[in-house]
Nanobody, 122 residues
Framework: QVQLVESGGGFVQSGGSLRLSCAAS????????MGWYRQAPGKQRELVAT???????NYEDSVKGRFTISRDNAKKMVYLQMNSLKPEDTAVYYC????????????????WGQGTQVTVSS
């Protein structure tokens, strides 16, 4: 009922930039928080950045000043601009939304994309 499709991952050298995009589709009534998470090999998934429907943002400390999250509510999309990338940013990046569906008004659930690989070489 909800599909999240990430794009924009890839291979980049240290200091480079990438822009991730995530498109949400399906029987979505409303989207509350949208966010990006990442999981490096052998590590747990961690929050990278979130943005509320009102535009309030939250960032993991290591990406503050380097990454910028934004969203387009009309298009149901969320973006992550990543600058000054470091090898430690290498991970699979996942898009996530908290949304209410038409078939279950009043109940918000979390939905996840399949992930996109970001690899930063030193």
């Amino acid at each position: 009922q909800v599909q999240l499709v990430e794009s924009g991952g890839g291979f980049v050298q240290s200091g480079g930039s990438l822009r991730l995009s995530c498109a949400a589709s399906g029987s979505i009534f409303s989207i509350y928080t949208m966010g990006w998470y990442r999981q490096a090999p052998g590590k747990q998934r961690e929050l990278v950045a979130t943005i509320t429907s009102g535009g309030n943002t939250n960032y993991e400390d290591s990406v503050k000043g380097r990454f910028t999250i934004s969203r387009d509510n009309a298009k149901k999309m969320v973006y992550l601009q990543m600058n000054s990338l470091k090898p430690e940013d290498t991970a699979v990046y996942y898009c996530s939304i908290r949304a209410v569906l038409w078939v279950a008004l009043g109940t918000a659930n979390d939905y996840w994309g399949q992930g996109t690989q970001v690899t930063v070489s030193s």
